[in-house]
Structure formats: C-alpha cells, structure tokens
C-alpha cells in the first residue's frame, strides 16, 4: 500500500454517539469520515434522534448500532429515508421493543444499501447482488415459522458501486440486483 492509500484509508473511522457530540453531532462534516457508528451507553435525546435520521454526512456510515434507544417503527421509517445512508449494510436495533416486523420490510423496500464500494454476486441467483444485516433481538420481531432469524429478498433492486472516499464510479450500476435482507433475533 503506498503512502498516499493509507492516508485515504485512515480518515474512515469507528465513532460512538459520545464522539460525535463531541465533535459538533449529527450535523459535523467530520461525520464524512465514519464508517461505523456505534452507541455509547447512553440513551439518544429526541432532539439527537432526530438530528440522525436528518444528518446530510452520513454517505460513508456502513454499520450502525442503535441498541436499547427506545426506537420504534416510525423512526425507522424516517430513517430509511435519509438518502445519505444508501451505504448502510449493518443495522443493530437490539432491545427496541417497539419495533416489528413492519421496519423488515421498509428496509426491505428501501433504498439502504443500493451504494456498494464493489460488485457482489449473489451465488445463489447468480445476478448482483446486496445484503443488509439486521440484528434486533429484543425487539417485536416474530417470525412465522419460530426460526430465530427471517430471510427477506427483492428483486429489480439497483445498485450503485463508488468508492467510500472520492465518490468515483467503480463499476456498472446493477439496475436488475436482488437485495437480501437478514434479520437475527
């Protein structure tokens, strides 16, 4: 790796919520940066709740962990909309008892995850392919066969491939990609 990559390489970062107050919160650009964030023991305000679901720098947040935030259906719903978070692939929403098997399938019939940094084949369609991880144990979410995780899968799902941090194109969009989504719980 030559020296110019590894500078690119080290502005993607892990925060928690702590960090991010204290960086200026949900509205810093320093969140350009982050790729994971993850809670931090406390409990998100509504006033910070809400700044997440509306952060405009969250384009490079792949995996985010929203444990035990008295969550529920509707704030997923916002959330899925904000259209900065297309690269998110994994979702913890553990210990939120208010949230059903409603949020699968919004985030089933959203756009999370359709900005992937490479192709992904799915080997078992053989089409393009993208996968969100959703963990949720301690939440409302029933299957209806008692298995203790639920497949979900929808195709004619496009995906977009560009690099996490100059944005370039990295390949062909997949207008006819099937997008899974896997839920534990």
Request: proline share 2%.
């Amino acid at each position: 790796m030559n020296f110019s990559s590894w500078c690119q390489a080290s502005l993607i970062r892990s925060v928690t919520f702590y960090h991010i107050r204290e960086e200026g919160g949900f509205d810093s650009q320093t969140l350009l940066t982050v790729s994971c964030i993850q809670a931090s023991g406390t409990k998100l305000s509504l006033e910070k709740k809400k700044a997440l679901i509306n952060s405009q720098y969250l384009k490079n947040v792949h995996s985010l962990y929203l444990l035990n935030q008295d969550l529920d259906d509707n704030f997923i719903e916002r959330m899925y909309r904000n259209t900065t978070l297309k690269r998110l692939i994994n979702l913890d929403i553990s210990r939120n008892q208010n949230i059903t098997n409603r949020s699968l399938q919004e985030i089933l019939n959203s756009d999370l995850g359709s900005i992937r940094d490479l192709p992904q084949i799915s080997g078992r369609y053989g089409i393009p392919s993208s996968t969100m991880y959703v963990t949720a144990c301690g939440t409302s979410i029933v299957s209806k066969d008692n298995q203790k995780h639920i497949n979900l899968n929808r195709f004619g799902f496009t995906v977009e491939y560009k690099h996490p941090l100059t944005g370039k194109t990295t390949d062909t969009t997949a207008v006819n990609a099937v997008k899974f989504v896997e839920c534990n719980f």
